[in-house]
């Protein structure tokens, strides 16, 4: 098993909703990320977890709230969004106690969100 | 700071014809490069990564790319495209910092291919 699976695939929501996207990987990969992608843009990184502990925040505005649950498992809570944050998040996962350029990030197909 | 350039956004291509998608990155140790594909409303896929030894590097798909430290590039090719190729393709350098590295993507090219 190579995929990383996120639910759900489209997610509209207000801007006074609480929501959350999911991540879920059993390739036994120990780092984990969410990526914002905007339209015609590259993935911007938003967050690291290694070994289910947050190890990079790029800058990332207090209404996105990461967790990690457990090794399988990476959520992203939504809280009072703005609709620029409308945009496609994909996670990632890839082995961590390597160099993790020596392991490749595997990518989920992303969840589409609109904020409106 | 490390960075990447595609000079590149868009590409057309007819089927069959040769590729070569330009890739320029600014690193001051060796760098680590990669190669990404993502289909519209897709993630990534990985196409191929160097880290050392050969420069020319083999991937997935029939593509190929050649690291060139004295240009600082890191070009794709592929011999004959195919009509399945249109996507948009990112570069990516892997950037040291902190406690764990991470991509820094390139802006990516957008490769149509007409019939």
């Known amino acids: 098993d190579t995929e990383v699976t996120q639910t759900p695939k489209h997610l509209v929501m207000g801007m006074t909703n609480k929501k959350s996207l999911k991540c879920e990987q059993h390739?036994?990969?120990?780092?984990m990320y969410w990526y914002k992608q905007k339209a015609k843009k590259p993935p911007e990184l938003m967050f690291v977890y290694s070994y289910e502990k947050l190890s990079i925040n790029e800058s990332v505005p207090s209404r996105f709230s990461p967790e990690c649950p457990n090794s399988s498992l990476l959520n992203l809570h939504l809280h009072a969004l703005q609709p620029e944050d409308s945009a496609l998040y994909l996670c990632?996962?890839?082995?961590?106690?390597?160099?993790?350029?020596?392991?490749?990030?595997?990518f989920g197909q992303g969840t589409r969100l609109t904020v409106v | 700071a490390q960075s990447v350039t595609q000079p590149d956004i868009h590409i057309t291509v007819s089927e069959g014809a040769s590729l070569e998608l330009r890739c320029n990155y600014s690193?001051?140790?060796?760098?680590?490069l990669f190669w990404y594909v993502q289909s519209p409303g897709q993630g990534l896929q990985l196409l191929l990564k160097?880290?050392?030894?050969?420069?020319l590097v083999q991937g997935i798909k029939g593509f190929e790319a050649e690291f060139k430290r004295s240009q600082s590039s890191f070009n794709l090719r592929k011999p004959s495209v195919h009509w399945s190729d249109a996507a948009e393709y990112f570069c990516a350098v892997g950037s040291y910092g902190g406690a764990t590295n991470k991509l820094i993507f390139g802006t990516g090219t957008l490769l149509a291919v007409q019939p």
């Open positions: 160097y880290f050392s030894g050969d420069t």
């Open positions: 690193y001051g140790a060796t760098p680590y």
């Open positions: 990632a996962s890839s082995q961590e106690g390597l160099t993790i350029f020596e392991a490749e990030a595997f």
């Open positions: 390739m036994g990969h120990r780092a």
